[in-house]
């Protein structure tokens, strides 16, 4: 097996900028004939449709030579091919339709995926990240597993079991103290000589400290988990966040909470609890307006994120946070500063026509964040963040009354309106035909897309990667809208 995976890493090594087209051809299927699967063997079939010419697999595995036990899904792209969550959605729906265990992600490197069910749910986890390296003892294991003569499913599923479980205990690794906790166990467990220690922290990707306040080094390593900002060197990274007032009014939900769940998106992925950021608002203030820090990041959605729902100047009835993450910011000044509109600061040449979200902290942005950071120092600092005042207790009007979670709507699903995987609808902009594929992904010339995404990708003029849209609102069945169908048979 060693032998077949290391020739497979030799040919993707000489052929990285080879198209998608020539690497199935000419290198996988050599590779899956190896493995003992081929076509001619009737337990291969390549381009397989599923509803329609554009839903098509590049390879399905089959056992027994019977087409009806669909056992493994193989997604190409090219090896040079840098990995987007479309393709990840494009192959957790081949599994789903196919009703395939497992996947396999062949591009610039080898992933391999499982079909899981939670709380009614399936989604495809991610098991496992293979680099194409020469002698890696992982990637010679798993097709060891995939070879067709030894091919237990049973094993495959086992080991697709034990990775995700091993995945949840390296997330929690990455939490502060669980890092400290995985060095332990291990030093202790196989009792570890000191001179192992640099090699295990290296291996386990992380960085330990040693204790500042220890004078003499103890036989056993001492050690602490870093903080964020013990991490950057003393410092944490600095941002400018930019927000538009017409969709949520910042200034209003600090005065009544003192805080904001930020949502990690585009531009923003990376912020981490420590880190500073300046609230740049667009027109018409078009200006910087708040210095904030961030208490805590990567929090997962819970009902406390909605606390300043009432501040948002949008509907999100059919946007669904259920598997976002967030930050909290807490102000730290304000300002009203000449010196901080965009008009001063394009005069200055430090920030072009259009501002975007940016990490200052990066060297080339040295200059803005130094300009910035002068002319906070005299704003004066915001009262610091309190419990929201009582309610009154005159009753608020109805029409006055902010929504709360649960007057909202849930996710749009298309079985709502009894649709199924296969049905067609039609993007209202240009009539363009997509084909549903689960309950809230539709596919569109061979990729997946989510409503609201597909709005972002082919919206024209006004489309925008940072703006959400309801996707139902702009999708069409028998002439009527998706939101429409929807509102009339809640009315039932």
Not at 293 to 302: A, H, R
Not at 399 to 415: C, E, G, L, N, V
Not at 484 to 491: F, G, N, Q, S, T
Request: glycine share 6%.
């Amino acid at each position: 097996m060693k032998r077949i995976w290391n020739t497979f890493c030799e040919e993707i090594s000489k052929n990285k900028g080879v198209k998608e087209m020539t690497f199935e051809k000419e290198i996988v299927k050599g590779f899956l004939q190896a493995l003992g699967w081929s076509r001619y063997d009737g337990n291969l079939e390549e381009q397989y449709g599923l509803y329609s010419r554009k839903w098509i697999p590049d390879f399905v595995f089959y056992l027994n030579n019977d087409k009806n036990a669909k056992e493994i899904i193989l997604e190409l792209k090219k090896p040079d091919h840098k990995q987007r969550k479309v393709d990840i959605e494009q192959i957790e729906a081949y599994m789903k339709l196919t009703d395939c265990r497992f996947g396999l992600y062949f591009g610039e490197k080898l992933e391999v995926f499982y079909l899981e069910e939670k709380d009614g749910k399936r989604s495809a986890a991610s098991v496992t990240t293979i680099d194409w390296t020469i002698d890696n003892e992982a990637g010679a294991n798993l097709i060891e597993l995939l070879d067709f003569k030894n091919y237990d499913r049973k094993k495959l599923e086992q080991f697709c079991l034990d990775n995700i479980y091993l995945n949840t205990f390296l997330r929690h690794c990455k939490h502060q103290g669980g890092q400290q906790q995985l060095y332990d166990c291990i030093m202790e467990r196989f009792i570890l000589p000191e001179s192992m220690a640099g090699s295990l922290r290296s291996r386990l990707k992380f960085t330990i400290v040693d204790n500042p306040e220890t004078e003499e080094k103890p036989a056993s390593p001492a050690a602490v988990i870093p903080t964020t900002t013990q991490v950057r060197n003393g410092k944490g990274n600095v941002w400018l966040i930019c927000y538009d007032k017409k969709y949520f009014d910042v200034e209003g939900c600090f005065k009544k909470y003192g805080q904001i769940y930020w949502r990690h998106k585009a531009g923003v992925q990376n912020v981490q609890k420590g880190d500073i950021a300046y609230l740049y608002s667009s027109s018409p203030e078009s200006a910087i307006r708040f210095k904030v820090e961030v208490v805590e990041s990567q929090i997962p959605y819970s009902p406390a994120v909605d606390e300043g729902d009432e501040f948002a100047k949008s509907s999100s009835n059919d946007i669904d946070y259920s598997d976002k993450l967030f930050f909290l910011v807490r102000p730290i000044a304000d300002t009203n500063s000449p010196a901080l509109k965009h008009e001063a600061m394009m005069k200055q040449k430090l920030m072009g026509k259009r501002p975007s979200t940016t990490k200052l902290s990066k060297e080339e942005f040295k200059s803005l964040r130094q300009y910035i950071e002068q002319h906070f120092d005299d704003a004066a600092p915001t009262e610091k963040p309190v419990a929201p005042a009582p309610a009154q207790k005159a009753k608020p009007k109805k029409q006055d009354k902010p929504k709360t979670k649960a007057d909202r709507r849930p996710p749009f699903k298309f079985s709502m309106i009894g649709l199924k995987p296969g049905d067609v609808v039609y993007f209202e902009h240009g009539d363009i035909p997509v084909t549903v594929v689960s309950e809230n992904t539709v596919a569109y010339d061979s990729e997946i897309y989510t409503l609201s995404r597909f709005c972002k990708h082919f919206m024209p003029d006004e489309g925008s990667e940072n703006r959400e849209y309801q996707g139902p609102a702009h999708f069409l069945y028998n002439g009527r809208t998706l939101d429409d169908i929807r509102k009339e048979k809640e009315k039932k």
